[in-house]
């Protein structure tokens, strides 16, 4: 029963799934949406005898260059409220233009209930040509299933040319790279951060092919080059697993390796300039010195919170003889030239 109750909520909280709700969530909300009518709250104490102006502003279709009015007279007789018959007429489906429903009463008072067939930001003002009791009632989004998919196939195109754009740098930016680890700057860098390693790591033992990879993975890191860190990430997970006693329990070196990748230090953050350069920022690289400084704290952060947490009696693992020597019988048959 355990093993059906996990498998459900790994499959649950899996992104695929995640993703799939929000969207099936979106399009069910939105179509309620659609035909659910609009309703405004009419303040007793802003509504005056006789005539009242109620005005609808919207911008028609989220378009701020379209903004449009519509004015309607409502009539309140000694708190009954009462709709012009002109005014609950429904226009037909191709105009933007709002309409009256009704008027119904509520225990928080008269609720003003309307359609339109548009969708954009919208605001209700009551009594706009009398300043003394000029209002705005009501505020909000019309949301219709024709928005979630204009909105969609809007940013669809949007994600496109950014992702060209995002080409052309990284062709650039990671060409760059290339000339520096060709010209050796890439294995200075790797001999320079060797101490690093060790201090960090300090479980693995040295010649072991881990070292090799996490060096590789944390110099790739610090030139910004992301894509190509990610396989070498993986190598180096994949051999402290090797080193791992209890397979199914994340080592102090796993969990250093996740929170200093997670924090994401580098010397060119080559990703964000290129988004910025995509996007048409003027000045891309500005963003070099204070990514420098944010991913130092970010990294001196989970440096701490790994050790202090490993430190913790809840958080420490006692292996057995059993499982430290199916370790070093593993492990004996490495080399030592990495």
């Given at each position: 029963?355990?093993?059906?109750?996990?498998?459900?909520?790994?499959?649950?909280?899996?992104?695929?799934?995640?993703?799939?709700?929000?969207?099936?969530?979106?399009?069910?909300?939105?179509?309620?949406?659609?035909?659910?009518?609009?309703?405004?709250?009419?303040?007793?104490?802003?509504?005056?005898?006789?005539?009242?102006?109620?005005?609808?502003?919207?911008?028609?279709?989220?378009?701020?260059?379209?903004?449009?009015?519509?004015?309607?007279?409502?009539?309140?007789?000694?708190?009954?409220?009462?709709?012009?018959?002109?005014?609950?007429?429904?226009?037909?489906?191709?105009?933007?233009?709002?309409?009256?429903?009704?008027?119904?009463k509520?225990?928080?008072?008269?609720?003003?209930?309307?359609?339109?067939?548009?969708?954009g930001?919208?605001?209700?003002?009551?009594?706009?040509?009398?300043?003394?009791?000029?209002?705005?009632?009501?505020?909000?989004?019309l949301?219709?299933?024709?928005?979630?998919?204009?909105?969609?196939?809007?940013?669809?195109?949007?994600?496109?040319?950014?992702?060209?754009?995002?080409?052309?740098?990284?062709?650039?930016?990671?060409?760059l790279?290339?000339?520096?680890?060709?010209?050796?700057?890439?294995?200075?860098?790797?001999?320079?951060?060797?101490?690093?390693?060790?201090?960090?790591?300090?479980?693995?033992?040295?010649?072991?092919?881990?070292?090799?990879?996490?060096?590789?993975?944390?110099?790739?890191?610090?030139?910004?080059?992301?894509?190509?860190?990610?396989?070498?990430?993986?190598?180096?997970?994949?051999?402290?697993?090797?080193?791992n006693?209890?397979?199914?329990?994340?080592?102090?070196?796993?969990?250093?390796?996740?929170?200093?990748?997670?924090?994401?230090?580098?010397?060119?953050?080559?990703?964000?300039?290129?988004?910025?350069?995509?996007a048409?920022?003027?000045?891309p690289?500005?963003?070099?010195?204070?990514?420098?400084?944010?991913?130092?704290?970010?990294?001196?952060?989970?440096?701490?919170?790994?050790?202090?947490?490993?430190a913790?009696?809840?958080?420490?693992?006692?292996?057995?003889?059993?499982?430290?020597?199916?370790?070093?019988?593993?492990?004996?048959?490495?080399?030592?030239?990495?």
């Amino acid at each position: 029963m355990g093993a059906k109750i996990g498998a459900a909520l790994k499959y649950l909280f899996n992104i695929n799934t995640i993703w799939a709700l929000m969207i099936l969530v979106s399009f069910l909300v939105a179509t309620v949406r659609q035909y659910t009518p609009e309703s405004t709250l009419l303040p007793a104490a802003k509504l005056v005898q006789g005539d009242n102006h109620v005005t609808i502003a919207y911008n028609a279709k989220n378009n701020a260059d379209n903004h449009q009015r519509k004015d309607f007279i409502i009539r309140n007789d000694n708190g009954t409220i009462t709709l012009p018959p002109e005014t609950t007429k429904a226009p037909d489906n191709d105009s933007q233009l709002p309409w009256l429903l009704d008027v119904r009463k509520t225990e928080k008072g008269d609720v003003l209930r309307w359609r339109t067939y548009t969708y954009g930001k919208y605001t209700v003002e009551l009594n706009s040509p009398d300043e003394a009791n000029k209002a705005i009632i009501a505020k909000g989004s019309l949301v219709t299933v024709e928005r979630m998919t204009d909105v969609m196939f809007d940013y669809s195109k949007k994600a496109f040319d950014l992702g060209i754009g995002l080409v052309a740098a990284f062709v650039f930016l990671l060409g760059l790279m290339k000339v520096g680890e060709d010209a050796g700057i890439v294995d200075i860098v790797a001999r320079a951060v060797g101490p690093i390693i060790r201090f960090l790591f300090p479980g693995i033992p040295a010649g072991h092919p881990a070292n090799g990879a996490i060096v590789m993975s944390v110099t790739t890191g610090i030139f910004g080059l992301g894509n190509a860190s990610t396989p070498i990430g993986l190598k180096a997970i994949s051999e402290l697993q090797r080193l791992n006693p209890r397979k199914d329990t994340a080592t102090d070196a796993m969990c250093m390796f996740v929170g200093y990748n997670t924090a994401g230090f580098s010397l060119i953050p080559t990703s964000i300039i290129a988004t910025m350069k995509s996007a048409g920022t003027i000045s891309p690289l500005a963003i070099i010195g204070p990514s420098i400084i944010a991913g130092l704290a970010s990294t001196i952060a989970a440096i701490i919170a790994v050790r202090v947490l490993g430190a913790l009696p809840m958080f420490k693992v006692k292996y057995t003889q059993e499982e430290l020597a199916a370790v070093a019988a593993e492990n004996s048959g490495l080399g030592s030239n990495t």
